[in-house]
């Protein structure tokens, strides 16, 4: 028997199967079997997109400079952390 390939889907492939069960009212059953999926898998996209959802409204009061700038804070952190393992 043949060992069957992984899929990759992609965040905007992602996001278009999620958004027709949200907003079309697709049911999952219907949209595991279009796209070949397991429900588990959906579900687990699905969970992560509510899981990082509140990110999404913090980031839209903040500039884009401010992003930046905390992002780089977070890695200047990181490898702060880093630097005192060593």
Do not use: N
């Amino acid at each position: 028997m043949k060992k069957q390939e992984r899929r990759h889907f992609t965040p905007e492939q992602k996001s278009k199967i999620l958004r027709e069960h949200h907003l079309d009212k697709v049911p999952v059953s219907d949209l595991c079997e279009k796209y070949k999926l397991q429900p588990s898998v959906f579900y687990g996209w699905q969970r992560a997109l509510f899981e990082r959802a509140p990110q999404v409204f913090v980031e839209s009061r903040t500039t884009p400079a401010e992003t930046v700038k905390r992002e780089l804070g977070e890695k200047v952190e990181h490898l702060e952390a880093k630097l005192v393992k060593k």
